[in-house]
C-alpha cells in the first residue's frame, strides 16, 4: 500500500527553523515528484514547493523564496523541506504529495503535521 508519511513540525518561535521529512512507502519514490503543500485554518490549500523526480526541476512560491529548500534522498524514500527564518504567517498543516508530475491535483498525499510560529 503506497503511503507517504510527513514527521518534523512543531511549535517554533518567529525567525526560527525546522526540517520537514516525508517517507515514502510501498512504492517507489523516484519515479515520483514530490510536492510539498500547506493549508492554514480560514485559508486555501497553497503548494509551497515541488521537486520533480530526479531532483533537477524545483519550483518555490513566492511567499517562500529564499527561506525554504526542498530536496530528496531517493534510495531513502524521503523527501525533506527545510523551512528557515520561519513567520507567524507560515502556521498551518503541511502536507506532502506525489505524482509523476508537479502539478496541483497530485495522486497521493499524506496526513500532515503541523507547524505553528508563535512568540
Known amino acids: 500500500q503506497l503511503q507517504l508519511v510527513e514527521s518534523g513540525g512543531g511549535l517554533v518561535q518567529p525567525g526560527g527553523s525546522l526540517r520537514l521529512s516525508c517517507a515514502a512507502s510501498?512504492?517507489?519514490?523516484?519515479?515520483?515528484?514530490i510536492g510539498w503543500f500547506r493549508q492554514a485554518p480560514g485559508k486555501e490549500r497553497e503548494r509551497v514547493t515541488c521537486?520533480?523526480?530526479?531532483?533537477?526541476?524545483?519550483n518555490y512560491a513566492d511567499s517562500v523564496k529564499g527561506r525554504f529548500t526542498t530536496s530528496r534522498d531517493n534510495a531513502k524514500s524521503t523527501a525533506y523541506l527545510q523551512m528557515n527564518s520561519l513567520k507567524p504567517e507560515d502556521t498551518a498543516v503541511y502536507y506532502c504529495?506525489?505524482?509523476?508530475?508537479?502539478?496541483?491535483?497530485?495522486?497521493?498525499w499524506g496526513k500532515g503535521t503541523l507547524v505553528t510560529v508563535v512568540s
Open positions: 504529495a506525489a505524482d509523476p508530475f508537479c502539478r496541483e491535483a497530485m495522486n497521493y
Open positions: 510501498g512504492f517507489t519514490l523516484d519515479r515520483y515528484a
Open positions: 521537486i520533480s523526480s530526479s531532483g533537477t526541476y524545483i
